[in-house]
């Protein structure tokens, strides 16, 4: 399983940086989960990391802010095959790909999807912005089983402790308080910015 940064507020060399977040989920299938606020670095930054737009079978979008689906219309000139899956497209966790799962909308005034994706070691959360709290989405994922690891927009998240346990911790984009996720989780946090790439 392997899951490749393309978008994020922070960019290795040759790629682009930009406010928002995209990653893909390649497993049995290639997972698109949200695609930045811009489609032409998202594109961009696709060409540079070897991913073709028309190989992708289905995108995830976490929430409907532009930082999040901004890139999608651009996407969709290049494939108009790629199933979408919005965000009010369930209220509860719903196998999107075989192992891959949605959260369901979760939040009041923002609904919001996360994914929840099996690998060998346990489960790895991958999130947007994490607008109805990462440990809302954190309760609902241990539902569908161990978490290894939680990636992705953390937003305001500062219930800490909440993260206890969890062996990989890769915060980017919107998380606020990133150091002292550092700080208290030396050992399992893992910086990512667009171009890194995460194999479990
Ligand atoms: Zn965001
Ligand atoms: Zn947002």
Redesign the pocket.
């Known amino acids: 399983m392997k899951i490749t940064i393309i978008y994020n507020n922070e960019a290795n060399a040759g790629l682009k940086s930009g406010w928002g977040f995209s990653c893909l989920i390649e497993d049995k299938e290639k997972i698109l989960f949200d695609t930045g606020d811009d489609g032409e670095k998202l594109i961009y930054n696709m060409k540079q990391l070897n991913v073709e737009p028309k190989d992708i079978d289905k995108v995830a979008i976490s929430?409907n802010?532009w930082?999040?689906n901004g890139g999608l219309k651009e996407f969709l000139k290049l494939n108009g095959n790629a199933k979408v899956f919005h965000p009010k497209s369930f209220s509860k966790p719903t196998e999107i790909s075989p192992g891959v799962h949605s959260t369901g909308a979760l939040g009041k005034l923002?609904k919001e999807q996360s994914l929840v994706v099996n690998t060998e070691k346990g489960n790895l959360v991958i999130t947007?912005?994490a607008?109805p709290g990462l440990e809302k989405i954190i309760e609902e994922a241990r539902q569908l089983g161990t978490i290894y690891g939680i990636a992705g927009g953390f937003h305001g998240f500062s219930k800490l402790e909440k993260l206890q346990g969890i062996k990989l911790i890769a915060p980017c984009h919107?998380t606020k308080y990133k150091q002292e996720i550092k700080q208290r989780y030396p050992a399992q946090f893992r910086e990512i910015k667009a171009g890194d790439i995460i194999e479990i």
């Open positions: 929430h802010h930082d999040h923002i947007g912005c607008h919107c």
